[in-house]
């Protein structure tokens, strides 16, 4: 979901953060479309979506609110808004409706700074899914290869020049910040790890199938070895199994807390 001045446009541009609609790209447009006028806020949210939209609604002159980390129920998006953008407000959600009525009485201050501005028309044209190579070109001349790929398209990633903040966009588009990106990477691996352990339970499978089939059923030696084949898979399946469930946290459920 974009703002142009007087619409608002939903597009199918590349995911930032692994979401559409997303956050990041409606602060830049309506950055781009309504300059000083924004008034960005950042809520209660898990990761840290928001903060590249919100020091590009400062770039342009804009507002920017956030909520009082310790009454958010996530913490994590007001947590990295104040980290990295100079902020204007620092509120709890009941002194922000007043703020928000003497925000819209007043007109907005132009302050004549503007930074990145290249930058963030680009990436709203990326958002759109307008860009061209010509965008690329320019993208590349404003970021610096950092030697990954992106877990979504496998395409290499360019680390954006912006010292304030450290963030990412592939060739395909796809945009990520740093907690964003560990989180598709842990997905990712996540889903290596799932595949794994499908194609082992598939080797198993077939294995216990040949075993206890007529050709192996009077031959002892070769069902031996088959034996200890399976034996091998299934402790490997296990490892997996392990490894899966470190990564995601879960836990065999205590039979007396249910
Ligand atoms: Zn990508």
């Not at 199938?209 to 069902?223: A, C, I, M, N, S």
């Amino acid at each position: 979901m974009l703002l142009d001045r007087g619409f608002i446009r939903l597009s199918h541009g590349p995911r930032e953060n692994h979401t559409r609609p997303a956050i990041d790209p409606l602060f830049r447009s309506a950055a781009i479309a309504y300059g000083p006028a924004v008034v960005g806020v950042i809520l209660t949210g898990q990761l840290d979506d928001g903060t590249a939209g919100l020091l590009a609604v400062k770039d342009r002159g804009g507002t920017a609110i956030v909520q009082e980390p310790s009454e958010a129920t996530a913490p994590s998006m007001p947590e990295s808004a104040l980290a990295h953008v100079k902020v204007d407000y620092r509120c709890t959600l009941e002194e922000m409706a007043s703020i928000f009525v003497d925000l819209a009485n007043d007109d907005p201050v132009p302050t004549g700074e503007v930074q990145l501005d290249e930058l963030i028309e680009v990436e709203n044209r990326i958002a759109e899914g307008i860009f061209t190579v010509e965008d690329w070109w320019k993208i590349e001349k404003l970021s610096i290869p950092c030697g990954l790929n992106c877990p979504v398209c496998r395409s290499a990633l360019y680390e954006i020049r912006d010292s304030r903040m450290l963030r990412f966009r592939c060739r395909a588009g796809h945009a990520y910040s740093v907690e964003s990106l560990m989180a598709e990477q842990a997905d990712c691996r996540e889903t290596q790890l799932s595949g794994l352990f499908g194609a082992l339970t598939e080797e198993a499978t077939l294995a216990r199938r040949v075993r206890d089939g007529p050709t192996y059923r009077e031959r002892d030696k070769l069902r031996e070895g088959l034996n200890a084949k399976i034996a091998r898979i299934e402790l490997e399946s296990d490892q997996v199994c392990g490894w899966l469930r470190a990564l995601t946290g879960l836990v065999q459920p205590d039979p007396d807390e249910r």
